[in-house]
Nanobody, 126 residues
């Protein structure tokens, strides 16, 4: 069974950058679409980005498009989320997960994912 572990979160100022990592153990991530989600206090978990198994296809939420980039290194069994021009509204716990649903669509629905990591906190101060 695959286990996902997020890392790289922290406290930064508005306009700064952070790179999150999602590392897998137990099984390879190479064959799977990986999604990034976030959850702020008192809010529902929301989609951030997803990347196909090859890295050839990515999709982003409108709120992060142009600021965030997801990539992957299958040789290292790791997926990344590069976050730039961070805003206070980006403050949340960030999660990665493996898409398990074999359906058409953007891959932005959390119900299509399983094997969630424990999350990493990102806090952006103004």
């Amino acid at each position: 069974q695959v286990q996902l572990v997020e890392s790289g979160g922290g406290l930064v100022q508005a306009g700064d950058s952070l790179r999150l990592s999602c590392a897998a153990s137990g099984r390879t991530l190479s064959y799977y679409t990986i999604g990034w989600f976030r959850q702020a206090p008192g809010k529902e978990r929301e989609f951030v980005a997803r990347i196909s198994w090859s890295g050839g296809s990515t999709y982003y939420a409108d709120s992060v498009k142009g600021r965030f980039t997801t990539s992957r290194d299958n040789a290292k069994n790791t997926v990344y989320l590069q976050m730039s021009s961070l805003k206070p509204e980006d403050t949340a716990v960030y999660y990665c997960a493996r898409r398990v649903a074999v359906v058409a669509g953007t891959g932005s629905d959390p119900s299509e994912y399983a094997y969630w990591g424990q999350g990493t906190q990102v806090t952006v101060s103004s």
